[in-house]
């Protein structure tokens, strides 16, 4: 059975640094897209960092470019979000997401199909 679990996250302050890193199982196909995605409190699901094309694109949200970087292991079986600079803003879960199809936009949350469970970011200033 697929599966995503992520780990890392925790409780920091403003400017610390965190490595978010999600590990996938259970998949039969090639996974295309791997996404970090974060929610916080009241506020709707939004993506922040994305690796496909077997690890020769990646996406950042223009809120986490400069401090965020997203890596995958050569296996393409986990992806990395190294977050540098965290500020408050960036408290929120983040979910690792998987899609096997090459042809979806990967920078989108409804494309996704696989998703992990989350793991908490907490900046505090």
């Given at each position: 059975q697929?599966?995503?679990?992520?780990?890392?996250?925790?409780?920091?302050?403003a400017?610390w640094?965190?490595?978010?890193?999600c590990?996938?199982s259970?998949?039969?196909?090639?996974?295309?897209?791997?996404?970090?995605?974060?929610q916080?409190?009241?506020?709707e699901?939004?993506g922040?960092?994305?690796?496909?094309?077997?690890?020769?694109t990646?996406?950042?949200?223009?809120?986490v470019?400069?401090?965020?970087?997203?890596s995958?292991?050569?296996?393409?079986t986990?992806?990395y979000?190294?977050?540098?600079?965290?500020?408050p803003e960036?408290?929120?879960?983040?979910?690792?997401a998987?899609?096997?199809?090459?042809?979806?936009?990967c920078?989108?949350?409804?494309?996704?199909?696989?998703?992990g469970?989350?793991?908490q970011v907490?900046?505090?200033?």
């Amino acid at each position: 059975q697929e599966q995503l679990v992520e780990s890392g996250g925790g409780s920091v302050q403003a400017g610390w640094s965190l490595t978010l890193s999600c590990e996938a199982s259970g998949f039969t196909d090639s996974i295309n897209c791997m996404g970090w995605f974060r929610q916080a409190p009241g506020k709707e699901r939004e993506g922040v960092a994305g690796i496909w094309d077997r690890g020769g694109t990646t996406y950042y949200a223009d809120s986490v470019k400069g401090r965020f970087t997203v890596s995958q292991d050569n296996a393409k079986t986990t992806v990395y979000l190294q977050m540098n600079s965290l500020k408050p803003e960036d408290t929120a879960m983040y979910h690792c997401a998987a899609d096997l199809r090459t042809w979806v936009d990967c920078t989108k949350v409804n494309e996704y199909t696989y998703w992990g469970q989350g793991t908490q970011v907490t900046v505090s200033s």
